[in-house]
């Protein structure tokens, strides 16, 4: 026979579940992604950021989309016993976003062509330019740069070879271009790309020594195949279907063209590129720290 529960008893079980709920709390404050936890009122940088800057390097707050720069060097950093570790803000994932990239260049043949075309279109692009090709036409640097796209790093001669022999080669190269950019903008940028991209040619001693002198790598999720001969009307076929046939990355969309030498058909071909992206409501943005990784 079950005992009638005494108004003690009652008393205590409604203690403990009170208790239970107290001390599930800070379980559920935690569970809460960080994201819902952190937006300040007037920018978008975070909290998270706050207190990675500390000791790390001091990037501009980006509330939009503007490029980041630094006014010194990696070995001008060390030089100065400043901090070469970049922070980590949060990545920023929006609902379409387009990112166009044009690498290789500048050059005279194509890049005034793609300059005027964004103009145009009121957008802005990103270049990642090769040290060999800033060295000969400093002023169409100056010109991207003047025209608000953001700049990133191609290495300086691309030639896998030389490029690839280990990873201290590899940052050389990204030194000796950060020194010429630096030379022609009195500024260098963080971001860089791995000629050919990254798999294939990149060890764990890549990432690493990339990580530790605050360079990003930034790679590309559609790719116009441009590298190839293909005509201005095949180039935004392939754009097309890429864009269409991965819908999931359309919150972070990283396009790969040329503005390089031989690359004239990428230029005849962009108007219909930003054209279509711009019927499909895409955003046009710059790559920045907060640009999510490409895959
Ligand atoms: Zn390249």
Request: with cysteine; proline share 6%.
């Amino acid at each position: 026979m079950a005992n009638k529960p005494s108004l003690f008893n009652i008393i205590c079980s409604c203690c403990l579940i009170f208790f239970i709920f107290l001390a599930s709390t800070p379980l559920i404050t935690l569970a809460i992604p960080a994201t819902q936890l952190i937006p300040l009122a007037s920018t978008s940088q975070t909290v998270e950021e706050k207190v990675l800057t500390g000791n790390k390097v001091d990037l501009p707050v980006n509330s939009s989309d503007t490029p980041e720069y630094d006014i010194f060097t990696y070995s001008q950093r060390r030089e100065r016993n400043l901090p070469t570790l970049l922070p980590t803000p949060l990545p920023y994932y929006g609902t379409k976003v387009i990112y166009l990239t044009f690498d290789d260049g500048p050059s005279p043949e194509n890049t005034p062509t793609v300059l005027a075309i964004l103009k145009e279109n009121n957008i802005k692009a990103t270049f990642f330019v090769l040290g060999t090709e800033i060295e000969k036409y400093p002023d169409l640097l100056k010109r991207i740069y003047d025209e608000g796209h953001g700049i990133g790093n191609h290495s300086y001669n691309h030639i896998y070879r030389e490029l690839y022999q280990s990873a201290t080669t590899y940052v050389e190269q990204l030194h000796h271009t950060d020194d010429i950019i630096k030379s022609i903008l009195n500024v260098r940028p963080f971001i860089s790309r791995a000629p050919g991209g990254s798999a294939g040619s990149f060890t764990k001693a890549y990432w690493e020594i990339l990580k530790s002198q605050g360079y990003i790598e930034v790679g590309w999720n559609i790719s116009s195949g441009d590298a190839s001969n293909a005509k201005a009307d095949q180039l935004l076929n392939n754009i097309i279907f890429q864009t269409e046939k991965n819908k999931f990355l359309w919150s972070h969309a990283i396009l790969l063209m040329h503005d390089g030498k031989g690359h004239a058909e990428s230029a005849k071909a962009l108007p219909q590129i930003i054209k279509f992206y711009k019927e499909q409501g895409f955003d046009f943005r710059i790559i920045t720290s907060k640009t999510p990784p490409a895959w």
